[in-house]
């Protein structure tokens, strides 16, 4: 995913809520000018349709407990964290010109398997016009939202998707294109600096993601998976802000 920056913050609301992340660093596009061509066609197909979903895997890694005192405890793009579980994200993007205006993330970590209180529940974070807030649920169903401070995987006003990196030439398979790329992915407190390798799958005649690939070469290598949907326009969501 080529978000253009991932920052660090760290804030509180009840309880302390951590955020790490990453920056992909440089930017342009070298190698194969078959594989730039297509990713340049992918950023100009992308800028044309108003909404991209998808189901990510693996990216983000989390903690919630809702209570007296709740809390909620995130990170993203840095492989596995101590305590906190994988969350399974179901993203809606809403884009103009491939900027993006609003988006939500409903984050699903594995359901408990022991007795006892459950600190696995589900949270969804949505960032507009109105401010970064989270609340527990999904995007359908939550409770009221409080307000975070801090970096976001996404960034309102940011391209969603950029031609940026060292491109192989595309391969063609049946009706889609499989698209491999490397980048630098920083993480912070990393030496040196890991490569990040992505492969996107493309429908051939629409230049739309269909599936995504990538994995870091860092100390312990890890990846993260997403496959991609786009279901039109759709209406700004509505949050209750916590009294």
């Known amino acids: 995913m080529r978000g253009r920056r ?60 809702e ?24 993203i809606v993007l809403r884009t103009h ?9 409903s984050l699903t970590p594995p359901a408990c398997t022991s007795g006892g209180i459950c600190s696995n529940i589900p949270v969804v974070v949505v960032d507009d016009a109105h401010g970064l807030r989270y609340a527990f649920g999904s995007a359908a169903k939550h409770t009221c939202a409080a307000a975070l401070h801090g970096g976001t995987p996404f960034e309102l006003g940011r391209v969603f998707w950029a031609a940026a990196g060292h491109f192989d030439a595309p391969v063609h398979a049946g009706a889609d294109v499989r698209l ?12 040196p600096v890991p490569t990040a ?7 051939a005649k629409s230049h739309l993601l269909l599936r995504e690939h990538v994995s870091v070469n860092t100390g312990v290598p ?21 009294a």
């Open 67 to 90: 209570g007296r005192v709740s809390s909620f405890n995130w990170t993203w793009g840095e492989g596995p964290t101590r305590g906190d579980q994988p969350a399974v994200e179901h």
């Open 222 to 242: 890890f990846g993260w998976s997403a496959t991609f949907a786009y279901p039109g326009a759709r209406s700004e969501p509505a949050f209750t802000p916590c």
């Open 197 to 203: 390798t992505e492969t996107d799958t493309v429908a």
């Open 97 to 105: 010109d491939g900027r993006v205006v609003w988006w939500t993330d």
């Open 180 to 191: 491999t790329s490397s980048y630098t992915w920083a993480i912070q407190g990393a030496a």
């Open 6 to 65: 991932h920052q660090v913050a760290t804030l509180a609301v009840v309880a302390a809520l951590l955020f790490c992340g990453t920056a992909l660093a440089g930017s342009g596009a070298t190698g194969s000018p078959a594989g730039i061509k297509l990713a340049k066609r992918i950023v100009a197909a992308l800028a044309k349709v108003p909404v991209e979903s998808f189901v990510r895997r693996n990216y983000v890694w989390m903690a919630a407990a």
